[in-house]
């Protein structure tokens, strides 16, 4: 049975607590989901005014670190200062809430920061080898671990732009860190949902997740689904097997295990749907949870492409209305063979 077969559903994401209808009368045939022709980010860059360039270094914000660390010329990864941050990272802008006839806000302290995922301006996120993803994954880890130091930070958002239609403004492979503090909606949300999960159950929902409809590859320690009550068409996750709370609990053989299965959920999806513009989110826990929450907060990547915009339901419920069924994404990426894997 293919989506476009299904009666329409109403799924609960009871790990972000949020409902999703599955209406396939809105679907067209899964393989029809391929991504138009996308206006190029960027188009009038080329690599002598990239700024993200191997060569243009100084043509960016501060450096914070580079991978390998003392590398000169020969960098991989570099973590920069974002030129243009959404907070600040001046220690005098203090992070104090402040309530004035019951309106919140807190001083916009904060850390805005660049990943830089190749020297090169060609090369994307899933042309990489499984060991140069892993250096870009080890160096979220790293950043995370200079943030946690940060007494007033209580949450660190990693996310990736792909495409114009995604957000990014510039083509040359990057992602971003936000470290705030305070915890965003989602995240107590999902905090929220988990203890909820654990009281009534004594376990870990994301450790409870395999269900083998929805599952598309696995590696060793991680493994890609469609999730259950997926809210966007060929959304993904990659969680891993083994119970961890926090991203930068990630080692670096566990690293190189899901560089590989990233590049080759990203080549999955690249290769379905015409290279997409998409979005990649890791959802960790907050950082400074109480010891007891540990057994039970788990955290994992949402992948998202964007082939759709959003109405007015959507804004006013929070509720999406998806047109292809998880099932059907699961067994098409699953069956789907690679061009050089054949
Ligand atoms: P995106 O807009 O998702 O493509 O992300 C690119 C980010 O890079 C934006 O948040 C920009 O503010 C930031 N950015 C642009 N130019 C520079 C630069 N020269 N140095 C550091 N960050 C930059
Ligand atoms: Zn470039
Ligand atoms: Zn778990």
Redesign the pocket.
């Given at each position: 049975m293919t989506s476009a077969n299904r009666n329409p559903e109403i799924r609960k994401d009871t790990i972000n607590n949020r409902f999703v209808i599955l209406s396939p009368a809105r679907s067209r045939r899964p393989s029809d989901f391929k991504s138009k022709s996308q206006p190029k980010?960027d188009p009038n860059t080329t690599q002598s005014s990239c700024?993200?360039c191997a060569g243009n270094e100084h043509?960016?914000?501060p450096e914070i670190f580079r991978l390998p660390e003392n590398s000169d010329s020969g960098w991989k990864v570099r973590v920069?200062?974002?030129?243009?941050?959404a907070v600040s990272r001046d220690d005098k802008v203090k992070p104090e809430c402040c309530v004035v006839n019951g309106e919140v806000s807190v001083g916009g302290f904060g850390f805005?920061d660049?990943i830089i995922e190749s020297p090169v301006h060609s090369v994307h996120l899933p042309d990489l080898e499984p060991g140069e993803v892993a250096v870009v994954l080890l160096a979220y880890k790293k950043r995370i671990q200079q943030l946690c130091g940060v007494d007033s930070i209580s949450y660190v958002q990693v996310f990736k732009?792909h495409g114009a239609s995604a957000?990014?403004?510039?083509s040359h492979s990057?992602s971003?860190i936000i470290a705030l503090p305070v915890v965003p909606t989602t995240a107590s949300n999902r905090l929220d949902s988990m203890t909820e999960y654990h009281n009534q159950t004594g376990d870990c929902i994301l450790c409870n997740i395999r269900n083998d409809k929805f599952v598309i590859d696995e590696s060793t320690h991680f493994i890609s689904i469609a999730p259950f009550a997926s809210t966007f068409p060929f959304e993904t996750w990659i969680v891993p097997r083994y119970h961890s709370s926090h991203y930068h609990e990630l080692d670096e053989d566990k690293a190189v295990d899901l560089g590989g299965l990233l590049k080759l959920t990203l080549q999955k999806l690249s290769i379905q749907l015409n290279d997409p513009p998409y979005n990649l989110m890791i959802h960790t826990s907050p950082l400074r949870i109480d010891s007891s929450q540990l057994p039970y907060t788990h955290w994992y990547i949402q992948i998202v492409p964007q082939l759709s915009t959003i109405g007015g339901f959507e804004m006013g419920t929070g509720c999406y209305i998806n047109p292809v069924f998880p099932e059907d994404t699961a067994t098409i990426l699953k069956e789907l063979q690679l061009p050089n894997k054949k």
């Open positions: 980010p700024p993200f043509q960016c914000a920069i200062e974002n030129l243009y941050p805005h660049v732009n957000g990014a403004s510039l990057h971003q």
